[in-house]
């Protein structure tokens, strides 16, 4: 199993299990591409996403959106939870254990 996310120069790298076999970083940078993602942007994922424009217009955040994503990636790793840090813009914490034990804690702009 792999995917592509951007590191912090802005290039694509590939991301793949680690040594013992745990797909936990493959999931976490799928999962901050979905809090990037417009739903029904992707064609095969129609269902993830948020609706990061559709919010602004309303100027109402996406929680329920983000609760969802947290509900389909939490299976995924021993405890997951997407927190709301900053309003304008949007800033979310992602606080994950991975299968491992290790923790992971990052913030994704929205």
Same mark, same amino acid.
Do not use: C
């Given at each position: 199993?792999?995917?592509?996310?951007?590191?912090?120069?802005?290039?694509?790298?590939?991301?793949?299990?680690?040594?013992?076999?745990?797909?936990?970083?493959?999931?976490?940078?799928?999962?901050?591409?979905?809090?990037? &993602?417009?739903?029904?942007?992707? #064609?095969?994922?129609?269902?993830?996403? $948020?609706?990061? *424009? =559709? %919010?602004? +217009?309303?100027?109402?955040?996406?929680?329920?959106?983000?609760?969802?994503?947290?509900?389909?990636?939490?299976?995924?790793?021993?405890?997951?939870?997407?927190? &709301?840090?900053?309003?304008?813009? #949007?800033?979310?914490?992602?606080?994950? $254990?991975?299968? *491992? =034990? %290790?923790? +992971?804690?990052?913030?994704?702009?929205?």
């Amino acid at each position: 199993m792999r995917t592509y996310g951007r590191d912090a120069s802005g290039k694509w790298v590939m991301v793949s299990a680690d040594d013992n076999g745990f797909n936990d970083a493959i999931y976490l940078t799928t999962l901050v591409q979905n809090l990037r &993602l417009s739903p029904q942007e992707s #064609p095969f994922f129609a269902n993830h996403g $948020i609706p990061a *424009s =559709g %919010s602004v +217009i309303q100027q109402i955040l996406p929680t329920f959106y983000v609760n969802r994503l947290q509900q389909q990636f939490s299976p995924h790793f021993s405890s997951l939870q997407i927190a &709301l840090m900053d309003v304008d813009p #949007p800033v979310y914490n992602i606080s994950a $254990i991975t299968n *491992s =034990g %290790s923790k +992971i804690i990052t913030q994704v702009n929205i």
